[in-house]
C-alpha cells in the first residue's frame, strides 16, 4: 500500500473517531434539551372526511380500522403527555365517513372527547352528541348504544352546557334512557335506569310521559323489585282510581300468562300471545277471552 494510501486511512479513522467523541460529550446535553421539548398542538395527517374516502381506494374498512388503532395509541399518549387530543373529533368523523358502521367509535365518542387531560369545551360536548346521534341512526336497536347516549346527555353534558340549554339536553337523555329499556340487551342494570328516566320525565313535567314510561316497565319487568319501584312511582302521579285500574289490569295479566306458558319468560309470552279456542271464538264480538294478540286483549279489557 502506497504512503498516500495510508494518509487516507488514517485521516478517516481520525475523523471516526473525532466523530465519536463529539457525539459522546454531546449526547447527554441532548438528550436533556429534547426532554424539555413539549409539543403543543396537534397535527392532523389526514384531508376531509370525504376525500379520505378516496384515498382510501377502496380499502375503506381496513383504512378505518388503522385510523381508530392510532386513535387509541394517541389517546394514551395524550394523557401520558397530560395535553388535549385535539384532533379526535376528526379523526373520529374520518372513521365514519370510512365505514358508518364502525359500532366502537360511537360507543367510545363521548370518551375519546370529553374525558381528557384538559377540561373539555362546549363545542367538545356538541360533538360528542353529535357523533352519538349518528350512531343511534345506524344502530337503532342497539340498547348499549342508546343507554350511553342517554347516560352522557342526561347526568354529564347536561351539567355542562348553558343553563338555557340543560333542561332540553336532560330530557333528552331521558328519551334515549327510555328507549333502551324498550330494547333487549343483556345488561340487568337497564331496569334501574329506567326508573332514573322516568325520575327525569317527572322533573321536566312531562307527567303523561312518565304514565305511559312506567306503565311499559311494568309490562316488560320480570324483576320484583323493579316492580315495585315502578309501581310506587307510579301511584305518585295518577289517582288511586287509575292506579287500582292498573294494577287490576296487571294481575289479570300474571294470571293469563299463569294459566297458559309459566314456563316461557315474560317476553316470549308476549309475543306467542294469549290461548284461545277458534271454534268457540268463531263469528263472536271482540272480547278479551277471544284476542289473539295481547294487543288485542288489552284493547278488549279498556
Known amino acids: ?9 488514517l485521516l478517516a479513522v481520525v475523523g471516526v473517531a473525532a466523530s465519536l467523541s463529539v457525539s459522546v460529550a454531546l449526547r447527554a446535553r441532548l438528550l436533556e434539551m429534547a426532554r424539555d421539548v413539549r409539543r403543543t398542538h396537534d397535527s392532523y395527517y389526514l384531508p376531509g372526511p370525504d376525500m379520505t374516502v378516496v384515498m382510501s381506494l377502496g380499502y375503506r374498512a381496513a383504512l378505518a380500522d388503522l385510523v381508530f388503532a392510532h386513535v387509541l395509541v394517541s389517546y394514551g399518549l395524550h394523557f401520558q403527555e397530560k395535553r388535549r387530543f385535539e384532533a379526535v373529533t376528526s379523526y373520529l368523523d374520518a372513521i365514519i365517513a370510512l365505514d358508518p358502521k364502525y359500532r366502537e367509535a360511537y360507543r367510545l365518542a363521548d370518551t375519546f372527547i370529553t374525558l381528557q387531560p384538559k ?12 357523533i352519538e346521534a349518528r350512531g343511534l341512526a345506524e344502530f337503532p336497536y342497539d340498547q348499549e348504544l342508546w343507554l350511553i347516549a342517554g347516560q352522557y346527555l342526561a347526568y354529564i353534558a347536561a351539567n355542562q352546557v348553558p343553563a338555557a340549554e340543560r333542561d332540553e339536553w336532560r330530557f333528552d337523555g331521558a328519551k334515549k334512557l327510555a328507549r333502551s329499556c324498550e330494547l333487549i340487551g343483556s345488561n340487568q342494570n337497564i331496569p334501574h335506569h329506567c326508573i332514573t328516566a322516568a325520575a327525569l320525565f317527572n ?21 320484583q323489585e323493579i ?8 301511584g305518585r302521579v295518577v289517582n288511586d282510581a287509575e292506579r287500582e285500574r292498573l294494577d287490576d289490569r296487571n294481575r289479570r295479566f300474571r294470571a293469563l300468562w299463569g294459566r297458559d306458558l309459566t314456563f316461557v ?3 316470549m309470552f308476549s309475543l306467542l300471545g294469549p290461548q284461545f279456542d277458534p271454534a268457540r271464538c268463531a263469528g263472536l264480538p271482540r272480547s278479551a277471552a277471544c284476542a289473539t294478540s295481547l294487543r288485542a286483549w288489552g284493547e278488549a279489557l279498556e
Open 203 to 223: 322533573e321536566a313535567g312531562k307527567r303523561d310521559l312518565v304514565r305511559g314510561f312506567l306503565e311499559r316497565v311494568l309490562a316488560i319487568s320480570d324483576d
Open 227 to 234: 316492580q315495585s319501584i315502578a309501581s310506587g312511582y307510579l
Open 1 to 9: 500500500m502506497r504512503l498516500s494510501d495510508w494518509k487516507r486511512t
Open 119 to 130: 377540561p373539555p369545551r362546549l363545542e367538545d360536548y356538541r360533538n360528542a352528541r353529535r
Open 265 to 267: 319468560s315474560r317476553e
